[in-house]
Nanobody, 124 residues
Framework: QVQLVESGGGLVQAGGSLRLSCAASGRTFSSYAMGWFRHSPGKEREFVAGITWSGSTTYYADSVKGRFTISRDNGKNTVYLKMNSLKTEDTAVYYC?????????????????WGQGTQVTVSS
């Protein structure tokens, strides 16, 4: 089992940047594929980015490709989401999620472990 705690959210102007962190407990973090999801009012929670257990492969939603970068440091049990060129439509609560899997699914229901979320607000 793994516990996840996100941090790094906040208020930023459009065009700005933020880096989210997700710290994981447990000694088997490197066995988990990790994903970032977001949820904004009136919308379903959506996949943002994912990374394999080794960090060798990453995946992105089309809406963030080229602006967001997911990475991980297995030595620090942490996964990151660097967000550049932020837009007002990126405003959401961002969650990290973990699944013990060789693949990195995009469906939220495939992830059994979730953090509590961190709010990102992008102002115009």
């Amino acid at each position: 089992q793994v516990q996840l705690v996100e941090s790094g959210g906040g208020l930023v102007q459009a065009g700005g940047s933020l880096r989210l962190s997700c710290a994981a407990s447990g000694r088997t973090f490197s066995s988990y594929a990790m994903g970032w999801f977001r949820h904004s009012p009136g919308k379903e929670r959506e996949f943002v980015a994912g990374i394999t257990w080794s960090g060798s492969t990453t995946y992105y939603a089309d809406s963030v490709k080229g602006r967001f970068t997911i990475s991980r440091d297995n030595g620090k049990n942490t996964v990151y989401l660097k967000m550049n060129s932020l837009k007002t439509e990126d405003t959401a609560v961002y969650y990290c999620a973990a699944v013990m899997s060789p693949s990195t699914p995009r469906g939220e229901y495939e992830y059994p472990y979730w953090g509590q979320g961190t709010q990102v607000t992008v102002s115009s």
